[in-house]
């Protein structure tokens, strides 16, 4: 069992960096493909971007070259640092684990881009 706590959200104006992370507990996430996702209102869950246990990473094309997701084992945490953001950019972003059969959500934290 893997617990998944968000933390790093928060109002921030359009241009403006946030540094989300990802804590884990009950299990070594070394081995887990970690993603970082988003739901605005009325709108689905999408990926935002995913690293694989041996870090390699994928972003979706509205986040390429702005966002970077990044990995440290040994603090059992994911990152994901957020830079020239957008108005589009708010949403709920959520963490997520996942390995074999096995996936985990965590309760996300609330991202807003406004001036």
């Known amino acids: 069992q893997v617990q998944l706590v968000e933390s790093g959200g928060g109002l921030v104006q359009p241009g403006g960096s946030l540094r989300l992370s990802c804590e884990a507990s009950?299990?070594?996430?070394?081995?887990?493909?970690m993603g970082w996702y988003r739901q605005a209102p009325g709108k689905q869950r999408e990926l935002v971007a995913t690293i694989t246990s041996d870090s390699s990473r994928n972003y979706a094309d509205s986040v390429k070259g702005r966002f970077t997701i990044s990995r440290d084992n040994a603090k059992n945490t994911v990152y994901l640092q957020m830079n020239s953001l957008k108005p589009e950019d708010t949403a709920v972003y959520y963490c997520?684990?996942?390995?074999?059969?096995?996936?985990?959500w965590g309760q996300g934290t609330q991202v807003d881009v406004s001036s």
């Open positions: 997520k684990a996942s390995r074999g059969y096995s996936t985990y």
């Open positions: 009950g299990s070594i996430i070394s081995r887990y493909a």
